[in-house]
C-alpha cells in the first residue's frame, strides 16, 4: 500500500499570502496524484488531477507540480473561502485508492 | 448537475448490518465507476470499495474485505454499501462519488454529501 505523507498538519496564514502544501509518496505514483479541498461540514471536492491539471471550474490561483514521490499544491494568493482541509490522494498503485493524511490551512 | 445523496446512516450496535444507499442524478450513471469513501469524524479521507459501471468488477480496502460488499441497480441509478459485522471503528460519515471518465475511474470528481454511521452499544 503507498502511504502518503502531507506536511505540515496546518498551516497557519492571513488572507492574501502564499500556500505551500507538500505530499510525499512512499514509493513512486509517476503523475497519478490528486489534491481535494474540504471545508466544515461539506464533503471533498476535486481540485487538481496528475498532479498540475485543474480540474472544472477551479481558479487559477491553485496550483499543483510535482512527480514520482514529491508534490506540491500553491495557493498563490490566499481568499477567505480557502481555509479549508486539503488531501492529497494516489491512484497509480492500488486497491488501494490512498490519501493523504490532510493540511488544514487556517487563519493566521 | 451532478447529484449524489445518501441515504440509511443510522446509530446501530456492534455486530449489526445496515445498507447505505445513494441516488445518483444529473449523468449517465451507468457510463461511469462509482466510489465509497468514509471519514471518521474530525479524521481523514479513508477509501472503502469501487464498483464498475457494469457492476461486474468490484474492489475493495484490505480491512473491510468480507465484511462490506458495493452494489449497483443501474436501472434505478442508485448505489449500495452492504454493511455487516460492523465494528466501533466503522463510525464514519460515508461518502459516495462518481469516478470520472474512461481511464480515469480512479479519480473521485463529484461527491455526495455523505450520511453518518455510528456504531455503538
Known amino acids: 500500500e503507498i502511504v502518503l505523507t502531507q506536511s505540515p498538519a496546518t498551516l497557519s496564514l492571513s488572507p492574501g499570502e502564499r500556500a505551500t502544501l507538500s505530499c510525499r509518496a512512499s514509493?513512486?505514483?509517476?503523475?497519478?496524484l490528486a489534491w481535494y479541498q474540504q471545508k466544515p461540514g461539506q464533503a471533498p471536492r476535486l481540485l487538481i488531477y496528475d498532479a498540475s491539471n485543474r480540474a472544472t471550474g477551479i481558479p487559477a490561483r491553485f496550483s499543483g507540480s510535482g512527480s514520482r514521490t514529491d508534490f506540491t499544491l500553491t495557493i498563490s494568493s490566499l481568499e477567505p473561502e480557502d481555509f479549508a482541509v486539503y488531501y492529497c490522494q494516489q491512484r497509480s498503485n492500488w486497491p488501494p485508492l490512498t490519501f493523504g493524511g490532510g493540511t488544514k490551512v487556517e487563519i493566521k | 448537475e451532478v447529484q449524489l445523496v445518501e441515504s440509511g446512516g443510522v446509530v446501530v450496535q456492534p455486530g449489526g448490518s445496515l445498507r447505505l444507499s445513494c441516488a445518483a442524478s444529473?449523468?449517465?450513471?451507468?457510463?461511469?465507476?462509482m466510489h465509497w469513501v468514509r471519514q471518521p469524524p474530525e479524521k481523514g479521507l479513508e477509501w472503502v470499495s469501487l464498483?464498475?459501471?457494469?457492476?461486474?468488477?468490484?474492489y475493495y480496502a484490505d480491512s473491510l474485505k468480507g465484511r462490506f460488499t458495493i452494489s449497483r441497480d443501474n436501472s434505478k441509478n442508485s448505489l449500495y454499501l452492504q454493511m455487516n459485522s460492523l465494528r466501533t471503528e466503522d463510525t464514519a460519515f460515508y461518502y459516495c462519488?462518481?469516478?470520472?471518465?474512461?481511464?480515469?475511474?480512479?479519480?473521485?470528481?463529484?461527491w455526495g454529501q455523505g450520511t453518518l454511521v455510528t456504531v455503538s452499544s
Open positions: 462519488a462518481k469516478g470520472s471518465s474512461g481511464s480515469y475511474y480512479n479519480l473521485l470528481d463529484y
Open positions: 464498483i464498475s459501471w457494469d457492476g461486474g468488477s468490484t
Open positions: 514509493q513512486s505514483v509517476s503523475n497519478y
Open positions: 444529473g449523468f449517465t450513471f451507468d457510463d461511469y465507476a
